[in-house]
């Protein structure tokens, strides 16, 4: 009689990050195909007044990206052609990529070692005549130090305009990152803590600025519906559907976070015997939102590709700025970066998301021992 082998079942991709999407969304998205208004309604006001009470902020402007809100906070800030703005070279592309769309001179600064973020004492050595702004980034769920960039940016009259795109939540000294400096930006894609879709939204506690930034998103007009347009804009409009995903997503924040602290202690304990492989560290003044749960490992490129073959996606840390082909005509080839370039050859992202099961999570973490057991 002939016999066969039973094949192991292969076991489903664990993703690295992905929404948590669910029947909530879809009573809000109701109200808006029950309105029949799909474009900056009464959704999205409850959107902004949602993001005020959890940042603080005294204005929120809800935008169609967080890019679009970059750049309408440099423009705001009357930042345009022959301006240098000093930016992290670690972090993603679009932080630079506004600066270039304002017409402005992106400068690339090394990181801090400890935290990611934007050094300060990087940034003083960088300040020429032509610098007008610091665009610290508060990089995977952790702070920038805003107490010594205000200080650095008071000293020479530089303005400030934090990319918090990935700083939901977070926050330093017990104030809401994004509320620091002149405005601030978070972002709601796809892959975020909470999610839009798409979004971004603007911080400001100054009128000038916000009204200036409303009129920049809306064609340069202070109001819709009418057609005398007092400055030069563009369509930056967010969407009611947006809102809604938003709205849900807003009131699952607190589940959502303490679950991605669940998910960042249980990886901290599984993996502490490890050598060669350590937690990102998180300064003490910040209270942080653990977006991604991240490491660095002493052999990156050979753990991914392990941990991908047996169906664990994972994520490599931003690609510096001044390696980015893109940006060969901005660099100096003398400028050194060796810090990001170190934490980028060594930094890895776990799977994060909020639907991470504990199952899934204890595979991860086998495979993450068993590859360095069988290297060793």
């Given at each position: 009689m002939k016999t066969f082998a039973v094949e192991k079942p292969v076991k489903k991709m664990i993703?690295?990050?992905?929404?948590?999407?669910?029947?909530?969304?879809?009573?809000?998205?109701?109200?808006?195909?029950?309105?029949?208004?799909?474009?900056?309604?009464?959704?999205?006001?409850?959107?902004?007044?949602?993001?005020?009470?959890?940042?603080?902020?005294?204005?929120?402007?809800?935008?169609?990206?967080?890019?679009?809100?970059?750049?309408?906070?440099?423009?705001?800030l009357n930042i345009g052609p022959g301006d240098e703005v000093i930016v992290p070279n670690l972090t993603f592309i679009a932080t630079a990529n506004a600066v270039i769309m304002a017409?402005?001179?992106?400068?690339?600064?090394d990181v801090d070692e400890n935290t990611f973020c934007l050094d300060a004492a990087e940034v003083k050595k960088l300040i020429t005549k032509s610098t007008k702004a610091i665009m610290p980034v508060h990089l995977y769920g952790q702070s920038a130090d805003m107490i010594k960039m205000k200080e650095v940016a008071k000293e020479f009259n530089l303005k400030v305009i934090e990319d918090a795109a990935q700083g939901v939540g977070v926050t330093f000294n017990n104030k809401h990152v994004g509320t620091f400096g002149d405005c601030g930006v978070l972002s709601y894609y796809g892959n975020k803590t909470i999610t839009c879709g798409e979004g971004g939204i603007i911080?400001?506690?100054?009128?000038?600025?916000?009204?200036?930034?409303?009129?920049?998103?809306?064609?340069?007009?202070?109001?819709?519906?009418?057609?005398?347009h007092e400055?030069?804009?563009?369509?930056?409009?967010?969407?009611?559907?947006?809102?809604?995903?938003?709205?849900?997503?807003?009131?699952?924040f607190d589940r959502i976070k303490e679950k991605k602290k669940q998910i960042f202690e249980k990886y901290i304990a599984g993996l502490?015997?490890?050598?060669?492989?350590?937690?990102?560290?998180?300064?003490?003044?910040?209270?942080?939102?653990?977006?991604?749960?991240?490491?660095?490992?002493?052999?990156?490129?050979?753990?991914?590709?392990?941990l991908s073959q047996n169906n664990i996606q994972t994520r490599r840390f931003f690609y510096p700025l001044h390696l980015q082909p893109c940006y060969a005509?901005?660099?100096?080839?003398?400028?050194?970066?060796?810090?990001s370039e170190k934490i980028f050859n060594n930094g890895i992202s776990l799977p994060s998301s909020y639907n991470l099961t504990n199952e899934d999570q204890d595979y991860v973490i086998e495979k993450t021992i068993e590859f360095y057991e069988n290297r060793n």
């Open positions: 993703l690295q990050i992905e929404p948590w999407i669910d029947h909530e969304e879809l009573e809000q998205l109701k109200r808006v195909v029950d309105s029949t208004f799909v474009v900056e309604h009464i959704l999205t006001k409850e959107f902004e007044e949602l993001t005020r009470e959890l940042t603080g902020a005294k204005y929120a402007i809800a935008m169609c990206n967080g890019t679009a809100a970059l750049y309408c906070c440099l423009k705001a017409g402005a001179k992106p400068v690339f600064c911080l400001t506690d100054d009128e000038h600025l916000a009204n200036t930034c409303y009129r920049l998103k809306n064609h340069g007009r202070s109001k819709k519906g009418i057609f005398i400055d030069i804009g563009f369509n930056f409009s967010f969407t009611e559907m947006q809102a809604a995903i938003g709205i849900s997503q807003m009131k699952k502490k015997n490890i050598k060669g492989f350590s937690p990102v560290y998180y300064d003490p003044r910040c209270n942080p939102v653990y977006w991604f749960t991240s490491f660095l490992s002493d052999n990156v490129e050979e753990l991914t590709a392990y005509d901005l660099i100096n080839s003398k400028k050194q970066f060796p810090v």
